[in-house]
T-cell receptor
Framework: GAVVSQHPSRVICKSGTSVKIECRSL??????MFWYRQFPKQSLMLMAT?????????EQGVEKDKFLINHASLTLSTLTVTSAHPEDSSFYIC???????????FGQGTRLTVV | RKEVEQDPGPFNVPEGATVAFNCTYS??????FFWYRQDCRKEPKLLMS???SGNEDGRFTAQLNRASQYISLLIRDSKLSDSATYLC??????????????FGAGTRLAVHP
């Protein structure tokens, strides 16, 4: 299957700082990128959907000024958690689709801990 | 009503058992359907896509019923290594009007010796 590389896999940051998470499609063009958040023992909650070259579309309740998504190229999308707080601690995962098929492939996830 | 609803589980079954998971989706215009497997503290891995004609991959069989807006996953001859959380996922124009990949809450499967 297609490979999606997500970095970093784990990050600890201080409250009030910003963290950038990168997601790269290594062997296909990611025309659509989905960003999810998963709290322990809960399901994947969609935060936003982005198409290459367009602004991301955020789900209800997700602050677009706090979770900045950039999808400037067909192989790279980034999520920046700005002014992070302890309640933002979670597992963040990206998922990418290309034009060729409906399947979406996941990055390895980023475990964010805000202290 | 949730966009994608799934059996809550957990399912605790002995090795060799057959187990079935079910999932319903709210939007009849949904286009693509999947089952993913997620191990503890890992990312989901695509298990199989689901088609109206049904599809089988070894011990795994997936079915789609568009009329009832329902998908299922059957695992035969369960192995210890099948223990994981199984997530159904649907691509469709849910709230907002654009195509989104939405997941069910997941069903935990524990296979014991």
């Amino acid at each position: 299957g297609a490979v999606v590389s997500q970095h970093p896999s784990r990050v600890i940051c201080k409250s009030g700082t910003s963290v950038k998470i990168e997601c790269r499609s290594l062997d296909f063009q990611a025309t659509t990128m989905f960003w999810y958040r998963q709290f322990p023992k809960q399901s994947l909650m969609l935060m936003a959907t982005s198409n290459e070259g367009s602004k991301a579309t955020y789900e209800q309740g997700v602050e677009k000024d706090k979770f900045l998504i950039n999808h400037a190229s067909l192989t790279l999308s980034t999520l920046t958690v700005t002014s992070a707080h302890p309640e933002d601690s979670s597992f963040y995962i990206c998922s990418a689709r290309d034009r060729g098929g409906p399947e979406a492939f996941f990055g390895q996830g980023t475990r964010l801990t805000v202290v | 009503r949730k966009e994608v609803e799934q059996d809550p589980g957990p399912f605790n079954v002995p090795e060799g058992a057959t187990v079935a998971f079910n999932c319903t989706y709210s939007n009849s215009a949904s286009q693509s359907f999947f089952w993913y497997r997620q191990d503890c503290r890992k990312e989901p891995k695509l298990l199989m896509s689901v088609y109206s004609s049904g599809n089988e991959d070894g011990r795994f069989t997936a079915q789609l019923n568009r009329a009832s807006q329902y998908i299922s996953l059957l695992i035969r001859d369960s192995k210890l290594s099948d223990s994981a959380t199984y997530l159904c996922a649907v691509i469709g124009p849910f709230s907002g009007g654009y195509n989104k990949l939405i997941f069910g809450a997941g069903t935990r499967l524990a296979v014991h010796p």
